[in-house]
């Protein structure tokens, strides 16, 4: 095979860049678009190359049910993502998803169960693991710069509340001051969602950076509705604490509802025995870095970006700092056997799974919850469910 045949399932905004970039890195050849909303099958069809090739589809069963689709592009957002996505790897085809990877611990085992019975490749397109700044943090961890890293900080704050309800005819956006004028809108999943559900796109690089899983996780929330903007159910702040099998204490949080400048969404910041580094706090900021055995006095100002000082020219311009080029290229290589996947589906899991946990605790008033392993062990083979979830 030299050429993936792809489907792309959940045809909103982002599907746009994935047909985009996909058709740019090459490799792949987009043979069919899905999704229920019918309105929003003409917009995807005609930024393809091919479109006169292309099947459409309102129905999921349909693209998966496709002998000649290999592999299933999921750009969906809604509670099921996770099921979608075990569906396509039971039926046999790749899987090349969006973040978050799941929304029910259930069907991340179902995931990692189904991946490993058909041996296909399962990528979370978790794209920040790959910025400059990433690398650069992840190198200076494993070479002990930073001695034993004992803290870590992370957040994805995003004011984005314009996706909250949807009209199913026209698939139409709604934010919260415009539903009002728009009874026909439904809420969609954004309106519920528990923030917390969202840090896979921070977990990700947190947990490249030190090579490390979390082991247990306690989170407290904010009040439903949002007081932000009460039509929302969905909280204003979600606050996770994490401990990591190395032994570190990491704090996490997430927000969609309250408005936050629309920069600077991601934010990073470690602390080790030896020294820290952090994100900037705004874009007149600058990241800094300090190293106790360095004769620093201060924090120091660094010029690490998102984007990468390596980055070939097919990644410039791809979207997000050109972050989004390696998530393409990475399934595509693995997809045809060139290299291997770096961020395989147990790590996805697990920056999946402490994020649905997180949500778990709140709803158990705070209960501090462990966080499973996915990897096979004597208690569960290869290909197996465990025995309770
Ligand atoms: N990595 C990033 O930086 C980044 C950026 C933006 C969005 N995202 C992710 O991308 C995904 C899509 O985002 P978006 O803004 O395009 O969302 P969107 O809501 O605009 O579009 C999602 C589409 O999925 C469709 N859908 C829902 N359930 C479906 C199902 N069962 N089968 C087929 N289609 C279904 C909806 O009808 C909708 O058209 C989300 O998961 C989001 O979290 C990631």
Redesign the pocket.
């Known amino acids: 095979m030299d050429e993936i045949r792809i489907a792309v399932?959940?045809?909103?905004?982002?599907?746009l860049n994935w047909i985009a970039v996909m058709q740019r890195t090459g490799g792949f050849r987009v043979v069919a678009l899905?999704?229920?909303?019918a309105a929003?099958h003409e917009r995807a069809r005609t930024r393809l190359e091919r479109p006169g090739e292309v099947r459409v589809h309102t129905r999921?069963e349909e693209a998966l049910a496709d002998p000649n689709v290999d592999a299933i592009a999921l750009?969906?957002?809604?509670e099921?993502?996770g099921a979608?996505a075990a569906l396509a790897l039971e039926a046999g085809k790749h899987v090349h998803m969006?973040?978050?990877g799941a929304h029910r611990m259930e069907d991340c085992w179902r995931i990692v169960a189904a991946q490993e019975r058909s041996g296909k490749v399962f990528q979370l397109?978790?794209?920040v693991r790959h910025a400059g700044f990433v690398e650069a943090w992840r190198r200076l961890v494993a070479e002990g710069r930073l001695g034993r890293i004992t803290y870590g900080e992370g957040q994805y704050f995003h004011y984005y509340v314009e996706?909250s309800f949807q009209d199913p005819a026209t698939?139409r956006?709604y934010g919260p001051e415009q539903i009002a004028a728009h009874p026909e809108a439904q809420p969609?999943w954004m309106c519920h969602m528990p923030p917390i559900h969202y840090l896979p796109?921070d977990l990700g690089p947190m947990l490249r950076i030190l090579d490390d899983r979390v082991v247990e996780v306690m989170a407290m929330s904010t009040g439903s509705p949002s007081a932000a903007h009460p039509e929302l159910a969905s909280p204003d702040v979600q606050v996770a604490l994490m401990k990591t099998g190395k032994d570190a204490i990491l704090r996490m949080a997430a927000s969609f509802a309250q408005p936050h400048p629309h920069v600077n969404n991601h934010w990073l910041h470690l602390l080790g025995t030896k020294g820290s580094v952090e994100w900037r706090r705004s874009n007149r900021d600058a990241p800094k870095l300090w190293l106790s055995d360095g004769q620093m006095h201060d924090k120091s100002d660094m010029e690490w970006r998102f984007e990468r000082t390596d980055a070939p020219p097919e990644a410039r311009g791809s979207g997000?700092s050109d972050m989004d080029y390696y998530v393409h290229a990475a399934f595509r290589d693995a997809v045809l056997g060139i290299r291997p996947l770096e961020y395989d589906v147990y790590k996805a899991m697990d920056t999946t799974a402490p994020a649905i946990l997180a949500a778990e605790s709140i709803a158990q008033d705070g209960a501090k919850l462990r966080v499973p392993s996915f990897r096979p062990d004597a208690t569960r083979p290869p290909g197996q469910m465990p025995k309770s979830i």
């Open positions: 399932v959940g045809l909103g905004t982002r599907s899905c999704d229920p909303v929003l999921y750009t969906v957002r809604c099921e993502q979608l969006e973040v978050p397109a978790e794209q996706k698939g956006f969609t796109h997000h």
